[in-house]
């Protein structure tokens, strides 16, 4: 303001000492209430949304300190809400300049209204150059990227947030309850072996104790690997795929083998970590419900795709066919985690089962648009860092 003091009218230093009392008042609110509420919110985000578009009507041209408000109004719709609600504000912000811009220039262009008005705008020291079209142009299209920008980066924030207090909440688990239970799971067993010699039905009973403990624990094993937020990436995605089948083999027992051709991998590393999901939940189902003695998984290029498959000589799901996509999501059939982790990465998933001998998943995804898009995360990575 004082940089700049011509192009800044007395009715802007006053309406800014208006949105001044008002913000005061709410935080002394919040002080007084302790908590808002959604509704509370919204009225509050309203407000600082109006305010930046009337202010910067009577502080015009490039040295407008005020327009820095709606960057404000779009950090506090990125901190409150996410992407989509950021945007929102963005465009509401837009909307709001431009219907600013139409309601002066078309009291200029009355007749009797524009000859009081063209007396009146300069004394509101309202310059009605910088609001027209091709000066809000550039505004508007600055207000939306910046919009976009706050809004994906409190999305990756709050992504970011949820995988450390889902791997915290994993390593408390490995650390307490996992641990107790497989503690308890070898003082049973040591007295079902000492008993055995007292009472004949004490020891069945320890066995089965003992069994349901060790079974639980698996259950909480597969849980936490479920929880824990994957970081795989092309270059080690082989190795985790084969490390995955070769834990579930010895935990298990089950006859687990991990076929892959191909030496290099490119993917983006949002679609490595769903493959990963993929072949883990898999792995959790086989073990679950399948009775299979035999798993075999298999990742490699094929047709121009990548081509992730699992086959087992299980019981086969409750139906018989070859399904694609669309018919399972059509009849409600199939895994729900493995059908939504394929329609993320907009790969595609055929499903075969014959009842009493076993089922076949194969996911294809197309290699060349990973390519291009793999290109273009890092263009958009580098830019950001």
Known sequence: MWMEPTQISWWAHWLLGIYIIHGTAVMFLLRFRKQSTPAFRSL???ADLVWPALISAFATGTGNPFFLFFVFVLAAAAYRWGLWETVG??????????????????????????FLLRHHWPQLGIDVIELEPKHLFMRSVYLLVMGWLFGYLAEQQKRL??????????????????????????????????????????????????????????????LMQQMKPLDVEAKNLRAHLN???????????????FVCESSVVAMRPRVCDAVARIVQEGLVNVRKHSGASHVVVQFDRWNGHWRLTMEDDGRGFPFSGCFSHADLE????GPLVIKECVRLIEGELTLESIAGRGSRLVITIPQKRQAGLSILSDLIQSELS
Request: aromatic share 4%; charged share 25%.
């Open 161 to 222: 947030r949820a995988e450390v207090e889902r791997g915290r909440f994993a390593r408390e688990l490995h650390d307490g309850a996992l641990q107790s239970m497989i503690a308890v799971a070898m003082q049973l067993d040591v007295l079902r072996r000492h008993s055995v010699s007292l009472a004949v039905t004490v020891a069945p009973e320890l066995g089965r104790i003992h069994d349901l403990l060790l079974e639980e624990a698996r259950k909480l094993r597969e």
């Open 89 to 114: 504000t963005a465009a509401a912000s837009v909307i709001l300049l431009w219907l600013e811009s139409v309601a002066i220039h078309l009291g200029f262009l009355g007749s009797v209204e524009g």
């Open 243 to 257: 490390e995955l089948v070769e834990r579930f083999q010895r935990e298990t027992g089950i006859t687990a083998r």
């Open 330 to 333: 059509a009849d409600g059939r």
């Open 44 to 46: 509050v985000h309203a």
